[in-house]
């Protein structure tokens, strides 16, 4: 079991970048997937992105492809969402994830979550 803890999020103007990080506990977080969620008002939580224990695959939902980049950093038990040319509908409550087993969209089930990390996008 990891511990997870978000932040970087925070109010920007549409187009504008932010980047979300995602800070775990734990010796073995470099055997563990990441991945990136988030929660509109009133929607369900949808798959933004994730990543592999060793960073080499990614995948990421089609709404975020070409703005959105994952990349992890074992060295500091690190995972950062690098969110370019955002939009409005970007806004939401971004949440990471970590699993040993599952990976992409079926991290839904993963049991251990941050509290996640407000992002504004303003119009």
């Known amino acids: 079991q990891v511990q997870l803890v978000e932040s970087g999020g925070g109010l920007v103007q549409a187009g504008g970048s932010l980047r979300l990080s995602c800070a775990a506990s734990?010796?073995?977080?470099?055997?563990?997937?990441v991945g990136w969620f988030r929660q509109a008002p009133g929607k369900e939580r949808e798959f933004v992105a994730s990543?592999?224990?060793?960073?080499?695959?990614?995948m990421y939902a089609d709404s975020v492809k070409g703005r959105f980049t994952i990349l992890r950093d074992n060295s500091k038990n690190t995972v950062n969402l690098q969110m370019n040319s955002l939009k409005p509908e970007d806004t939401a409550v971004y949440v990471c994830?970590?699993?040993?087993?599952?990976?992409?969209?079926?991290?839904?089930?993963?049991?251990?979550w941050g509290q996640g990390t407000q992002v504004t996008v303003s119009s």
């Open positions: 734990g010796r073995t977080f470099s055997t563990y997937v």
């Open positions: 990543i592999s224990w060793n960073g080499g695959s990614r």
């Open positions: 994830a970590a699993d040993r087993a599952l990976y992409g969209p079926a991290m839904t089930s993963s049991s251990d």
